[in-house]
């Protein structure tokens, strides 16, 4: 299984518009974070996790010519945003992109594009093909995968468990049985926003601390804001086995 993150920042990504802050200015590539999102090819299929705001740059980046499914983790807009762009998808590989969340996820979906699923449909919009998933196995071109069921707040979040690799993002509470299902992957990858707390986000610390109970022996954390600080300072502190992601970064497993 190979992975490429496609985004590696939070909602605002980073830079931030108008900001001048030392990590905004920064002239190190780890620093440029675009909104999250994983690519992942598995046996042989080309799967995408969330289409933010800049998907289409994301895609056009890393060169990825064939798309098999998008799986959403949640409804925020800066996972869900770049839907219109499967377009260029549906068009080389003349099908509807199987697109596949839990029931609130597609339901805003419905609402945020309502013109991709309007009776009458312009001509050159996006085609999406809806799959309802809950919390258990499914499968996803013959690709088993198990959802891990977090909270972001009040917003319920899925993770995904492929194999021995398991991607959570936007999440400030896992609960006990769903860290069973996480137990025993050999990579995680885990949303840490900044140092300090948040009302909707693991901070560094409370992700550091998972990665520990958890005991995965290698963790990627995603989903940072400008006030994290600078990726080099950062890496310099982390645990051995912990990194920050940053975007274009590709691991095997
Ligand atoms: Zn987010
Ligand atoms: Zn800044
Ligand atoms: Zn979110």
Not at 86 to 103: A, C, H, L
Not at 235 to 244: A, Q, S, V
């Amino acid at each position: 299984m190979k992975v490429t993150f496609l985004g590696t920042g939070t909602s605002q990504g980073v830079p931030v518009i108008a900001c001048d802050c030392e990590v905004c200015q920064s002239l190190d590539y780890r620093d440029k974070r675009k909104r999250t999102s994983i690519h992942i090819q598995v046996d042989g299929k080309s799967i995408v996790f969330d289409t933010g705001p800049d998907f289409r740059e994301q895609m056009l980046r890393e060169r990825i010519n064939h798309l098999d499914a998008v799986i959403y983790t949640h409804e925020h807009k800066d996972h869900t945003a770049g839907l219109d762009d499967v377009r260029s998808y549906n068009f080389k590989q003349d099908m509807d992109m199987p697109v596949y969340g839990r029931k609130p996820v597609l339901e805003q979906i419905k609402r945020e594009f309502a013109y991709i699923f309007a009776v009458n449909k312009y001509p050159g919009i996006p085609k999406v093909e809806l799959h309802e998933i809950e919390n258990k196995p499914f499968q996803v071109e013959g690709i088993d995968i198990q959802p891990v069921d977090v909270l972001h707040y009040k917003l319920p979040v899925f993770g995904y468990r492929i194999k021995d690799f398991t991607y959570i993002t936007d999440v400030n509470y896992i609960p006990d049985e769903e860290k069973e299902k996480i137990k025993g992957s050999k990579v995680l990858v885990l949303s840490a926003l900044q140092k300090n707390s948040h009302l909707s986000h693991f901070n560094l610390e409370q992700a550091v601390a998972m990665v520990r109970e958890l005991e995965i022996p290698q963790a990627y954390f995603i989903h940072m804001g400008h006030r994290m600080g600078l990726h080099r300072d950062i890496e310099e502190e982390l645990p051995e086995g912990m990194e920050l992601a940053y975007d274009g970064l590709q691991i095997e497993l």
